[in-house]
């Protein structure tokens, strides 16, 4: 079956823009998950949804970043005023329920000139 | 992601030989661990898990093992095959985060498979 999916595959933007990432889980899956995944590093984790409310975003840098998922499907990473430190490979991943394995997507590489 | 090879600890070995694979986790009270698999360009690609309730775990050609006294665990990959290079990650689910199950990633080992 399909999937994580994620698009843009490759976001280039200026400093001071606002950008929208889109992860599609696979289907039935409750969990959702985005990580970031800056240069030679190991993925972080930024925020957790279970169906529709984010259940923890603790991870999320700060005020400019932000995450939803109304109808407990889709889900939209949205960064205000990027800037350059925000450029990274944004990835989502999903699991059937939160104690089961993370499946990832392909990532957005997002860079912020 | 591209060009994680550049500060990652590396690890070459010969096609057809076994590669070990060594992670030292953080938490003591940490109780589920995965690897992944990432290529370049892709995301990171589940291989195997554990709980801490085990000591050892069996995959297709790979092997996970526990050691909780040290907090160190291992990826034993069989008969290494040039599709077996990537960027391998361990991950410890983070025992306070509740009910989210939120990754805590190592660094990553580089595994370079020589024809």
């Known amino acids: 079956g399909a999937g994580v999916s994620q698009t843009p595959s490759n976001k280039v933007t200026e400093k001071g823009k606002y950008v929208e990432l889109r992860c599609d889980p696979i289907s039935g899956h409750t969990a959702l998950y985005w990580y970031r995944q800056s240069l030679g590093q190991g993925p972080e984790f930024l925020i957790y949804?279970?169906?529709?409310?984010?259940?923890?975003d603790s991870g999320l840098p700060n005020d400019r970043f932000f995450a939803v998922r109304p109808e407990g499907s889709v889900s939209t990473l949205k960064i205000q005023r990027t800037e350059r430190g925000d450029s990274a490979v944004y990835l989502c991943?999903?699991?059937?329920?939160?104690?089961?394995?993370?499946?990832f997507g392909p990532g957005t590489r997002l860079t912020v000139l | 992601g591209e060009s994680v090879g550049l500060h990652l600890p590396t690890l070459s070995v010969q096609e057809g030989d076994n590669s070990i694979i060594n992670c030292a986790y953080s938490?003591?009270?940490?109780?589920?661990f995965i690897w992944y698999k990432q290529e370049s360009g892709k995301g990171p690609q589940f291989i195997i898990d554990i709980r801490s309730n085990m000591d050892k775990r069996q995959g297709q050609r790979v092997t996970v093992l526990l050691n909780k006294t040290v907090k160190h665990l291992s990826l034993q990959i069989a008969a290494t095959q040039p599709g077996d290079s990537a960027v391998y990650f361990c991950?410890?689910?983070?025992?306070?985060?509740?009910?989210?199950?939120?990754?805590?990633f190592g660094t990553g080992t580089l595994l370079a498979v020589q024809p």
């Open positions: 991950a410890e689910s983070d025992p306070y985060g509740g009910a989210t199950n939120k990754l805590i």
């Open positions: 938490n003591s009270a940490s109780d589920y």
């Open positions: 991943a999903s699991s059937l329920k939160p104690t089961d394995t993370q499946y």
């Open positions: 949804f279970q169906g529709t409310g984010a259940a923890d």
